[in-house]
């Protein structure tokens, strides 16, 4: 098991967890506008790139 050899600074240790936060995700809105992910369906009305890609039984 690795034991360090020297105690790491307050300073080091938060320069090295400067990375680690959590990314906020992504959001595009859609033509009927609703947030959906980048680069997929939108899930409420179906459309990719202003087409219609899947079906909707509530149309």
């Known amino acids: 098991m690795a ?3 020297n105690k790491k ?10 990375h ?7 959001v ?3 033509a009927c506008g609703e947030p ?3 680069h997929r369906a ?4 179906g ?3 202003g087409r ?3 079906k909707q039984d509530n149309e």
Not at 20 to 26: I, K, L
């Open 3 to 5: 034991v360090q050899q």
């Open 42 to 45: 939108c899930p409420s009305c």
């Open 28 to 30: 595009v809105y859609c």
């Open 52 to 54: 219609q890609v899947t």
């Open 36 to 38: 959906t992910a980048p």
């Open 20 to 26: 680690d936060r959590v990314a906020v995700p992504a």
């Open 47 to 49: 459309t990719y790139k």
């Open 9 to 18: 600074s307050r300073s080091r240790k938060g320069m090295r967890r400067s």
